[in-house]
């Protein structure tokens, strides 16, 4: 087994390894199964991040809570998968999601996966999740959300989600710049009564 360092950064806590296979995938897996690292893996390359940062975790659950509550608010039935490890050996590729969901019933493959992006670089993630067949990936970075639709041809840029056409997405990256969690969540709920 050769496995080669790719790329690493020590400041970001991020390493990119080339030449993986899906057997060293799984290994490494388990090995780091209690460090709280996240595995990415594109036909051959593993990038290892960890630890996730307050950078990364408070902008994540409060963009998950506001969208829950906006889901909630307006009957949206929804099955919340987190981070749960999405993707196969068989289509070379497998991403752990900062959060995902499944809309009007629970599904193997979550219809919408959220990415909070506070580094750049690094394994291709709408190639993977175009492999698994997510309908919707958003965006977050630096309060912006962007928004791609799978098409037959791969993802698309698109300016507001198709599968929640109704939510003001620039409410969504407003109450999820706002420093205080609790007070973004009440004011977000208040505004949809």
């Not at 919707?136 to 098409?151: A, N």
């Not at 993802?155 to 599968?163: P, Q, R």
Request: charged share 25%; proline share 3%; hydrophobic share 40%.
């Amino acid at each position: 087994m050769v496995v080669a360092i790719y790329k690493t950064e020590l400041n970001t806590g991020r390493a990119l390894l080339s030449n993986v296979t899906w057997d060293t995938l799984e290994k490494l897996d388990a090995d780091l199964a209690e460090t709280g690292a996240r595995l990415t893996y594109l036909d051959g390359y593993l990038e290892i991040m960890t630890p996730l940062s307050d950078a990364h975790e408070e902008p994540k659950k409060t963009l998950g809570l506001l969208l829950e509550i906006y889901m909630l608010m307006r009957n949206i039935r929804f099955y919340t998968r987190g981070s749960t490890t999405i993707g196969m050996k068989e289509l070379g590729a497998r991403k752990e999601p900062d959060d995902s969901y499944s809309l009007g019933t629970r599904k193997s493959v979550p219809d919408l996966a959220i990415e909070v992006t506070v580094t750049s670089g690094g394994i291709d993630t709408l190639e993977i999740y175009r492999r698994v067949g997510v309908r919707e990936v958003w965006f977050w970075e630096d309060g912006v959300i962007s928004v791609y639709c799978l098409r037959s041809t791969g993802y698309e840029l698109v300016s507001k989600s198709e599968l929640l056409p109704e939510l003001d997405l620039r409410l969504i990256e407003f109450y999820s710049r706002m420093a205080d969690q609790y007070d973004a969540l009440n004011a977000f709920m208040k505004l949809l009564m």
